[in-house]
């Protein structure tokens, strides 16, 4: 049923698209590529691993003073067992990575969101140097994925991205399709940032001659005073920034182009919800039976409620212990059979 989720606001019945387009996604419903909604997905889940080692107020996850004492209790015992000439520091560390995987995130849409761009619109492609050399194998693999036309586009925003030198480069040749313009400040950053990432994965962090050339106040500021939860949310805000204007332009295209399309999509895409839901649901039914798959649902309710009491309602040093089901005023929530799921 994945397949059919992927296709549900993109039923074309347009012949004037390549036969590869005609049941494929276009926009979302809330109008973004695809692109962007997993982009948005991974920044979330980004944030959430940062709260494995960091507690702050800036977060989107609170912490209990309790649950601080665990965290930073858990971080101690590896800083003391990862100690020596191995020696780990565990919030530096989780900075570090997550500008690479912020940067990785970035650059995975920007490959997704101009490739959906040449798969719709034609004129991009014809606009700018798309010429490839492809040996047989890569056509026969292609063609038996039934994929050549996006591996092709991929290849092409694949060049964009990889090969132009970096965000100083491709983020003014985007203002070619509508993307709106960073200050010369905010390019400078990016690519400080990006710098960051090549330094992590190919330097251990380490500052280069070459990183230092090319960033020296960045360098400076990395060896005063190291990398700061600060740092981060500011790089990601600007980050977020850019790919909100990559979108906005590249959806903007897209709805211009291919209206009637993904009006048509977009109407069948409750129903078709819907009916994905009532299919899993019959699913899950047919192979687990009603009263086993009420009785999963009750225990994760049961589960969940559990890991709520352990974090917010126990306050001796000692390991909670959970009391059951009425530590809370009233019976825990539960799932009838005759409930609607």
């Not at 560390?93 to 034609?122: G, N």
């Amino acid at each position: 049923m994945g397949n059919d989720a992927n296709r549900l606001t993109a039923a074309i019945a347009s012949d004037e698209l390549p036969r590869e387009l005609r049941e494929t996604l276009i926009l979302t419903v809330e109008g973004n590529t695809p692109a962007y909604n997993i982009f948005g997905a991974q920044l979330i889940e980004l944030e959430a691993l940062l709260s494995l080692a960091l507690a702050s107020e800036k977060l989107r996850m609170t912490d209990t003073p309790r649950s601080e004492f665990f965290l930073q209790s858990r971080i101690d015992r590896i800083e003391n067992d990862y100690s020596g000439p191995w020696h780990i520091e565990v919030r530096p560390l989780m900075l570090r990575w997550q500008i690479v995987m912020h940067v990785t995130a970035a650059e995975v849409y920007l490959k997704e969101a101009l490739t959906t761009l040449a798969l719709f619109d034609p004129n991009l492609m014809a606009e700018r140097d798309s010429k490839q050399e492809w040996k047989y194998d890569d056509v026969r693999a292609a063609t038996d994925r039934d994929s050549m036309l996006r591996e092709f586009c991929y290849r092409w925003a694949r060049s964009i991205v990889d090969g132009s030198g970096g965000p100083a480069k491709w983020v003014r040749w985007l203002v070619g399709l509508g993307v709106p313009a960073l200050s010369d400040d905010d390019i400078s950053t990016l690519e400080g940032v990006w710098g960051l990432r090549h330094l992590q994965v190919h330097s251990g962090g380490h500052l280069t001659p070459e990183f230092i050339r090319r960033h020296r106040s960045l360098a400076d500021k990395l060896y005063r005073e190291g990398l700061t939860l600060d740092d981060l949310l500011g790089w990601r805000a600007l980050i977020e920034k850019f790919v909100k204007g990559v979108e906005t332009a590249v959806s903007g295209r897209l709805k211009a182009r291919l209206a009637p399309q993904i009006a048509a999509g977009q109407e069948r895409t409750g129903e078709y919800m819907m009916e994905i839901l009532r299919r899993r649901y019959d699913d899950a039914v047919a192979e687990l039976g009603e009263d086993e798959l009420v009785r999963r649902a009750n225990s994760r309710v049961r589960e969940a409620e559990e890991r709520f009491w352990r974090m917010n309602y126990t306050t001796s040093g000692d390991p909670p212990t959970y009391p059951g089901e009425d530590w809370m005023e009233g019976p825990p929530a539960t799932i009838d059979s005759d409930d609607t799921v």
